[in-house]
């Protein structure tokens, strides 16, 4: 795993992967985990099983068709293309457009069967899309905690990355950083 935060206008990701089995456990490679969509309407970054250059394209082809079937920005939006996510359910993504902010809540996936985290997608009867409020900060993956902290202080977001690294592992301090004033807003016709 690793480190994504959304806080305030700005998606930022470290650069490490750690392989599990049936790769070769325990090693660590440098990947880019945010992307910027083709058309520069949104950015969104993901944590969990590690996903090959194609799925992540797979991935932006499934929310950019999200996006297009809302027919733009809506508070909770489905998923189109369930099925791929039958065995990704462990992937944790967040998605930065020009105007919002969005989590990703996986039914049967471990947010949503712990009853703590259960509020925020407990009515959710497929995989989707949740708009948050981006002025508390959203993170996952093994720093998760201390980038929390560090990012609800206000720690500026290029720091956070490496602060994390120096206390764990997991995390690398090269990272990856995309501005909200980078992207382009929605138009569907």
């Not at 394209?57 to 489905?78: P, Q, Y």
């Not at 457009?97 to 407990?122: I, L």
């Not at 977001?157 to 090269?174: F, G, Q, R, S």
């Amino acid at each position: 795993m690793s480190l994504i935060v959304l806080r305030g206008d700005e998606l930022i990701a470290d650069r490490c992967c750690v392989l599990v089995p049936p790769h070769a456990a325990g090693q660590t490679v440098m990947t880019e985990k945010i992307r910027v969509a083709k058309d520069k309407t949104f950015a969104y970054a993901s944590v969990g099983p590690t996903l090959t250059e194609t799925e992540k394209g797979i991935l932006e082809e499934i929310i950019t068709l999200t996006f297009r079937m809302a027919r733009g920005e809506s508070s909770e939006m489905d998923f189109e293309m369930q099925d791929w996510f039958k065995h990704r359910t462990s992937l944790d993504i967040l998605v930065m457009t020009k105007t919002s902010s969005y989590f990703s809540h996986f039914v049967g996936g471990k947010y949503d069967e712990n009853e703590m985290f259960r509020p925020r997608g407990a009515n959710r009867v497929n995989h989707s899309l949740i708009q948050f409020d981006a002025s508390i900060p959203a993170v996952y993956g093994t720093g998760a905690y201390l980038a929390f902290i560090a990012a609800a202080e206000g720690l500026p977001m290029k720091d956070i990355v490496p602060l994390v690294a120096d206390l764990e592992y997991t995390v690398t301090k090269e990272y990856s950083i995309v501005h909200r004033k980078q992207l382009k807003r929605m138009t569907f016709k």
